[in-house]
């Protein structure tokens, strides 16, 4: 079946970086988009951009331009987002998701930022 | 860009029925036929429930129908069961390649 699994929880200092992965399987890696999405405790859903695995081409939410990146590995069907300079506020829950319809999500790795 | 406008709760007893509504702006929900909605259960992933406004995945009960009038998006569970018991977010492209998600409701089943 489709499945995306992430990699494991993160703690991090700020200023730091985190570099989360994703693994897809099920189907053709590089035949969808990749999407990343976070999600602060008690808080709401917050898109972060999207990467094709084919081109490589991404676009990111203007909040997170210049501290982001989506990369690829299409030889191990794994996309990865870094975020950097992290601060207290980047600590979330970080969840991957398929295709324009963001079907299906990873399960999520959760990223602590404190000193 | 700000987030699409949602109710922080809504509630029904079973085998009633709930809508939500998510209103957003002529350059994101009114501007293109691509809202989707979104279940999460507390400590788990989002599942997709509806997408392009009114489509369901399959496996998706047809309890869950969907529909968009201007600006604003609706969700409605018919039937309500208490395994429907979750938090609710819609999400709408807002052009350049943009998304935005709702602020998110919580539905309880009474």
């Known amino acids: 079946q489709v499945q995306l699994v992430q990699s494991g929880a993160e703690v991090k200092k700020p200023g730091a970086s985190v570099k989360v992965s994703c693994k897809a399987s099920?189907?053709?890696?590089?035949?969808?988009?990749i999407n990343w999405v976070r999600q602060a405790t008690g808080q709401g859903l917050e898109w972060m951009g999207w990467m094709n695995p084919n081109s490589g081409n991404t676009g990111y939410a203007q909040k997170f331009q210049g501290r982001v990146t989506m990369t690829r590995n299409t030889s191990i069907s794994t996309a990865y987002m870094e975020l950097s300079s992290l601060r207290s506020e980047d600590t979330a829950v970080y969840y991957c998701?398929?295709?324009?319809?963001?079907?299906?999500w990873g399960q999520g790795t959760l990223v602590t930022v404190s000193s | 860009q700000s987030a699409l406008t949602q109710p922080p709760s809504a509630s029904g007893s079973p085998g009633q029925s709930v809508t939500i509504s998510c209103t957003g702006t002529s350059s994101d929900v009114g501007g293109y036929n691509y809202v989707s909605w979104y279940q999460q259960h507390p400590g788990k992933a989002p599942k997709l429930m509806i997408y392009e406004v009114s489509k369901r995945p399959s496996g998706v009960p047809d309890r869950f129908s969907g529909s968009k009038s201007g600006n604003t998006a609706s969700l409605t569970v018919s039937g309500l069961q208490a395994e429907d018991e979750a938090d609710y977010y819609c999400?709408?492209?807002?052009?350049?390649?943009?998304?935005?998600f709702g602020t998110g409701t919580k539905v309880t089943v009474l």
């Open positions: 999400s709408s492209y807002a052009g350049s390649n943009n998304l935005i």
């Open positions: 998701a398929r295709g324009r319809r963001f079907s299906p």
């Open positions: 099920g189907y053709t890696f590089t035949s969808y988009d």
